[in-house]
């Protein structure tokens, strides 16, 4: 069964950091683009990062650039988002998603679309307060 899992989330003061991580089972990521996006409570699902299938290239909306990094470890069938300099309006659950990178490209932000990918974890919530 595939199968992604995301794990990390938590309660953190704003200015904090959270490394979120998203676990893939009954299938390799190293064939897929991977991206992370976000629900914050009454708002439509935000793409915010994403990644090409070997890590060789990343994209990242303008309301999280130069505060998250995307990163994958393919032999241990694992995407990760390090969040740094968290603001409380980067509270919501978070999802990774994976899709063929056949198809899926960094390029222009295609990969932020969520309409592209194929496979969903179920989310992590993360909220920044304090």
């Known amino acids: 069964q595939l199968q992604l899992v995301e794990s990390g989330g938590g309660l953190v003061q704003p200015g904090g950091s959270l490394r979120l991580s998203c676990a893939a089972s009954?299938?390799?990521?190293?064939?897929?683009?991977i991206g992370w996006f976000r629900q914050a409570p009454g708002k439509g699902r935000e793409g915010g990062s994403c990644i090409s299938g070997s890590g060789a290239s990343t994209y990242y909306a303008g309301s999280v650039k130069g505060r998250f990094t995307i990163s994958r470890d393919n032999a241990k069938n694992t995407v990760y988002l390090q969040m740094n300099s968290l603001k409380p309006e980067d509270t919501a659950i978070y999802y990774c998603?994976?899709?063929?990178?056949?198809?899926?490209?960094?390029?222009?932000?295609?990969?932020?679309?969520?309409?592209?990918?194929?496979?969903w974890g179920q989310g992590t919530q993360v909220t920044v307060s304090s």
């Open positions: 009954g299938f390799t990521l190293d064939t897929y683009a």
């Open positions: 998603a994976a899709g063929s990178a056949r198809r899926i490209t960094t390029v222009q932000g295609q990969c932020a679309n969520a309409l592209v990918y194929d496979y």
